[in-house]
């Protein structure tokens, strides 16, 4: 959390006013389970009210499963940095997973590699993504990740159509 807080700030300062919701995380253990049971109605709130949202790794996985997908244990953990390619470009990412998201997604466009599903992104929807990958951690200052940069301008524009 600490870097995508980091990458955030180097982006927008102002992203803690913003009207947005993002669910990151990992699979730590014990608190998952509770993690995605409080974290499941906000999500599904956002997709109600256009509220912008942005699942990173098990936000993804909790996205997932609220469109009435399944989180599967991978065979092998699923670390490193690989190529993915989506709407936001081709860039190499930063995975540290030992699950995905399998199903069928009709509502979403799918961006997948080797067969895994990299990103989701609702259609019909200001900005509703899940990516597997951490973002943050291939944001920088000078070169901030085209999807938190994304986020951000949405999450702002959001914001300033509450006020009005």
């Known amino acids: ?8 700030d180097e982006i927008d300062l102002n992203w803690r006013i913003y009207n947005g919701l993002i669910v990151p995380g990992s699979w730590s253990g014990d608190d998952d389970e509770s993690f995605m049971e409080e974290a499941l109605p906000r999500i599904k709130e956002a997709k109600e009210t256009k509220r912008p ?16 997908g399944t989180i599967e244990k991978m065979y092998t953990k699923r670390q490193g940095i690989y190529f993915v390619k989506g709407w936001w470009g081709e860039t190499y990412e930063s995975h540290w997973h030992s699950y995905e998201v399998k199903g069928d997604f009709p509502e979403y466009e799918i961006y997948k590699t080797d067969g895994i599903i990299e990103a989701m992104r609702l259609k019909e929807h200001p900005f509703f993504v899940g990516t597997q990958f951490h973002a943050e951690y291939e944001s920088s200052k000078k070169h901030p990740h085209p999807i938190l940069k994304e986020f951000l301008e949405v999450c702002k524009h959001n914001a300033a159509g509450l006020h009005h």
């Open 1 to 8: 959390v600490t870097s995508l807080v980091k990458s955030l």
């Open 53 to 68: 949202f942005l699942g990173i790794c098990l936000g993804m996985q909790i996205l997932g499963v609220m469109e009435g």
